[in-house]
């Protein structure tokens, strides 16, 4: 089928916005012609998520100059000039996927569902195990305040103990828990258990729920095979959850593949990166109520690369605006702001924001300050996601000598930035940055990067329907995420040592493919950014001083390639670990000014 | 390219409302189609099931959980008193008599041979469901509930915290743009749904429910106070359960801002009637504001509360809901078609403002206005 396809229509229904592309295939390849959005109406009085579709393609048509619709749908097949071929969908409406996940030990078969769910693209309201602290009675209690969309019951290894998890499963029978959509139809559970006990399960919960048993996700303490229970999850979405929700049975019939959750969308096009760039990489996708994490960093314990995405359910830039404020604290996020603000004024413009959330700064200070909020937004997530992405609990390792020396242990955070190849930013507010510099600097300040690190952002934000494109169109869907969504915007490179401000940490010697070479000695606490030709490669020779690491090793050089970027390459010797900004508040605003100089941030200074 | 505006609250004399009351499991309901009711009447009831306790017989008999059924005193599904002996057995050949006791008022639901369980289900909870507001009972949803529906003002604020509650209008203040300060409240506010102005403060709200108010209904107020109201920042903004005392809800924003002239004027008008409020609030996934509604039969025709707002136009009466004009009142008077650059460099759809004060115009994003009524 795929040879046939000349023009493809992806919609992404997000909380707050439905976003519209249209990819069309000329001599060369597929590219993107034209985007259009228009507010998602899941909610009163639309009630009908084909609404904003329809208007978001409507504005396509217009911005395009042909007819798609075909009265109240989407015209397909291509037939002249009207209609296209593929029609695609992905959606985080309405709350998106709510799961409750259940293990046996919250730190293994409960991190294991949880990261199963989280694969899948859901949103955990909460883990449950044997050990979690609660009793069993509070256990019901909460099984039956949740009203998730669905139930991932796992627990126990293959030929294991059954009688811990048939209790589990009696509690869950005890509770009788309700789906949060339609009272009619029962809740979706899938066990992802010891298989031993898939019968008791079943005589527990069968009658009460929408059981489906598929392979233990944790067969033995040494691995994990979370595949199958993903799969279930993404079939029991559109089954049970979406087929409930307002407007998706009619959409369901328009899209020619099923439509897939948001983040496990854009997890897929992270994913594909990592395996075809073979570097380890972080991919954030903040939006208006949630913001995602997907990571691949390889097993120190030599699994390969291993896949991790966390959403932070709360953590956001409208609708969870001000739970960011509850979470950094208002001091948190004033530490990024250049100027003096009224403590009073700062809450009420936040808690504004929540309640209009589809409203956009229009003064530089208010740009300033969302960009602001945007940093803890963004490290705050990040620290749930490096809690997350960490090695199987509880299996035994072979040891050598070296991990002895090392302490390494199971369990410790996957997540190593001196080992990041590439950071991708995407969401509203740095897709649509106005500067793509604002952009870099955001992601630059919440993760801090160390040693050499590509930065990218995607363009107009339109990673999730490349991500489900690419599951029926690879090729459709490589060709446009190279050309038209990833922007890369150059390299930080950020030494890693204890340095005292003003002394020597590392030099760097900058060769673009085009122009002419460039040097630059660096010293701690400096802050600068070169610019460098657009296109091509920029090769980076970097010394780092005595105890100053800059990813190969303390005192040695590093020699490396990276894309020249619009913006350029950050040297970042601020420090990390801790990263730190004055205590004074006069000093502290002197710093970011300096820094945003050195960024050509903003139009004026702010 | 009329739809990147945000819609305005529904501010109307006369609408024909329609509120469900639904009891949360399946239970009795009590009227019958075209009954009147008052806010207090009970519409529906039902009992929701009783906690559940675990017991662990088999550890607490020291037998295997497939023996646990063989040892039991009452059968599963008696009704048993906290401190019955519920089952018994003997370990040690006979040594050692162990004897579990039932550890609250319920029933034996059920008793697992695998894990050797006992689940104790404790006395239903009832519940019942109030009419909320005046008016007939318009449908019967069998099992469930009923539809109430009313005649009268409806008015959604854009934030709001307590629960549903009823009373009397009253005007606290001089007019609109006044803030509502401790002693305008007087005693023959017990009970009314108070109406202030532009603010209010956190410690007049205190003073409020003192009183014995029953609602405050004002245009602004801080989030600061919002914090001491509740204890803690507001994280997600879903409310409604809060138990604060009394009920509050903001018709503008956060902030000093004038309540809407058209807010304040159908307030004022229904002084003394009996107004149904809610503040439960919901910003995400089922969005929902808070409201005050006040029947009154008779009125000109009542358009459904859901009519669609209609586009923006020249002329139309709008609202600035962001810095730097946040909270100004103006009419469009332009509307162009390109997108233009904004201060932050942004491109973005805008229409020229003219504010009602004779300050003259601005240029502001259509994100961030919103159009009232006119």
């Known amino acids: 089928m795929s040879g046939d396809i000349r023009s493809i229509l992806a919609t992404d229904c997000g909380s707050t916005t439905t976003k519209a592309i249209l990819i069309e295939r000329e001599a060369d390849g597929f590219r993107l012609k034209t985007r259009g959005e228009a507010p998602t109406t899941v909610e009163a009085p639309f009630e009908d998520v084909t609404r904003g579709v329809l208007n978001a393609v409507r504005e396509v048509e217009e911005l395009r100059g042909r007819p798609l619709l075909d009265g109240e749908r989407i015209r397909t097949p291509q037939q002249g000039e009207a209609g296209v071929d593929l029609y695609v969908s992905t959606s985080s409406a309405g709350g998106g996927l709510q799961m409750m996940v259940s293990g046996l030990v919250l730190q293994m078969t409960g991190e294991s569902a949880q990261r199963a769910a989280l694969g899948a693209g859901a949103i955990v309201m909460d883990v449950m195990a044997l050990n979690d602290g609660r009793r069993p009675h509070e256990k019901i209690r909460r099984l039956r305040q949740l009203r998730p969309d669905m139930i991932l019951l796992s627990g126990g290894t293959d030929g294991g103990d059954v009688r811990r998890v048939a209790e589990m499963a009696e509690l869950l029978a005890a509770a009788d828990p309700k789906a949060r959509l339609g009272a009619g139809y029962e809740l979706p559970v899938v066990f992802a258990g010891n298989r031993d006990a898939a019968a008791t399960v079943a005589s527990s919960l069968g009658s009460r729920v929408a059981l489906s048993t598929v392979p233990n996700l944790r067969p033995t303490l040494e691995r994990e095979n979370l595949g199958p229970a993903r799969d279930a999850i993404h079939e029991l979405f559109m089954e049970h959850v979406m087929a409930h929700a307002p407007g998706y049975k009619k959409l369901m019939t328009w899209t020619a593949v099923p439509i897939m959750p948001t983040p496990g969308a854009v997890g897929l096009i992270i994913e594909k990166i990592a395996r075809r760039d073979r570097r380890s990489v972080l991919g954030v996708d903040i939006g208006g109520a949630t913001t995602d994490i997907f990571s691949v960093f390889d097993d120190p314990g030599g699994a390969g690369p291993v896949f991790n995405r966390t959403v932070s359910a709360n953590l956001g830039m409208s609708y969870s605006i001000s739970n960011v404020m509850a979470e950094a604290g208002l001091d948190g996020i004033l530490r990024w702001v250049p100027f003096p603000v009224d403590e009073v004024e700062l809450r009420n413009r936040i808690k504004n924001k929540m309640i209009r959330p589809t409203t956009i700064p229009q003064s530089l200070e208010d740009l300033v300050l969302e960009q602001a909020i945007c940093r803890e937004a963004l490290r705050l997530s990040f620290e749930q996601h490096r809690a997350l992405a960490v090695g199987l609990k509880g299996r035994q390792q072979a040891r050598d000598i070296s991990d002895a020396l090392e302490q390494s242990a199971s369990g410790a955070s996957l997540v190593d930035l001196m080992a990041l190849g590439l950071l991708v930013g995407s969401g509203g507010v740095l897709s649509h940055a106005p500067r793509r510099a604002q952009a870099m600097l955001m992601m630059i300040d919440a993760f801090l990067p160390e040693g050499v690190t590509a930065l990218a952002v995607d363009s107009i934000f339109m990673t999730p329907q490349l991500g489900v494109l690419s599951t029926v169109h690879e090729e459709a869907a490589a060709q446009v995420f190279e050309r038209d969504c990833l922007v890369h915007l150059g390299a930080c490179v950020a030494p890693m040592g204890p340095g005292r401000a003003g002394h020597a940490c590392m030099s760097v010697e900058l060769t673009p493919e085009r122009g002419a070479p460039a040097r630059h000695a660096v010293t701690y606490g400096e802050f600068t950014l070169v610019p460098v030709p657009q296109g091509g490669r920029v090769r980076l020779e970097v010394r780092p001083e005595r105890g100053f690491d800059v990813g190969a090793g303390r005192g040695k050089p590093l020699q490396t390639e990276v894309e020249a970027g619009v913006v350029g390459i950050v040297l970042d010797a601020r420090g990390r670990r801790p990263f730190t900004l004055p205590e004074d508040a006069a000093a502290r605003i002197a710093k970011l000014r300096e820094w945003n100089r050195a960024m050509s941030l903003y139009p004026r200074e702010v | ?374």
């Open chain 2, 1 to 374: 390219m009329s739809h990147s505006y945000t819609p305005g609250l529904r501010v109307t004399a006369q609408a024909r409302v329609r509120r469900e009351r639904r009891l949360p499991l399946r239970g009795e309901v009590l009227l019958e189609r075209g009954a009147r009711v008052t806010p207090e009447t009970v519409v529906a009831r039902t009992e929701l099931p009783g906690n559940v306790q675990t017991v662990n017989l088999a550890a607490g008999l020291g037998v295997e959980p497939a023996r646990a059924a063989e040892a039991l005193l009452v059968p599963v599904g008696s009704a048993v008193r906290k401190g019955d002996g519920i089952a018994r057995a003997s370990t040690m050949f006979g040594l050692v008599q162990n004897r579990v006791e039932a550890p609250a008022d319920g029933v034996i639901e059920s008793l697992s041979p695998v894990t050797g369980q006992l689940i104790l289900r404790e006395p239903p909870i009832p519940v019942e469901v109030n009419a909320y507001v005046a008016g007939t009972v318009a449908e019967v949803l069998p099992g469930e509930g009923v539809v109430v529906e009313t005649e009268g003002a409806f008015l959604q604020g854009i934030f709001g915290v307590g629960g549903e509650t009823s009373g009397p209008i009253a005007c606290a203040v001089a007019g609109p743009d006044a803030e509502l300060r401790t002693p305008d409240l007087r005693a023959e506010h017990r009970g009314c749904v108070v109406v202030g102005g532009a603010w209010v403060s956190h410690d007049t709200l205190m003073q409020a429910r003192e009183f014995g108010v029953r609602a405050v209904v004002v245009g602004g107020f801080d989030d600061a106070d919002l914090r001491r109201l509740l204890g803690r920042d507001l994280g997600v903004a879903i409310t409604g359960s809060e138990e604060i005392g009394l009920t509050l809800v903001i018709t503008e924003g956060f902030g000093r801002i004038p309540m809407a002239a058209r807010t304040w004027d159908l307030l004022s008008e229904r002084q003394g009637e009996t107004a149904s409020v809610s503040g439960a609030t919901q910003i995400r996934a089922g969005v929902q504001r808070p409201e005050i509604l006040v029947p009154r039969a008779g009125g000109a025709p009542a358009p459904s509360e859901s009519a669609e707002d209609g586009g923006l136009d020249i002329g139309s009466p709008v609202r600035v809901i962001r810095a730097p004009h946040f909270g100004r009142l103006g009419k469009v008077c332009e509307l162009p078609a390109a997108l233009q650059p904004l201060e932050t460099e942004a491109l973005a759809r805008v229409l020229v403002v003219e504010f009602a004060d004779g300050s003259g115009r601005a240029t502001v994003p259509r994100a961030n206005v919103e159009r009232l009524a006119p």
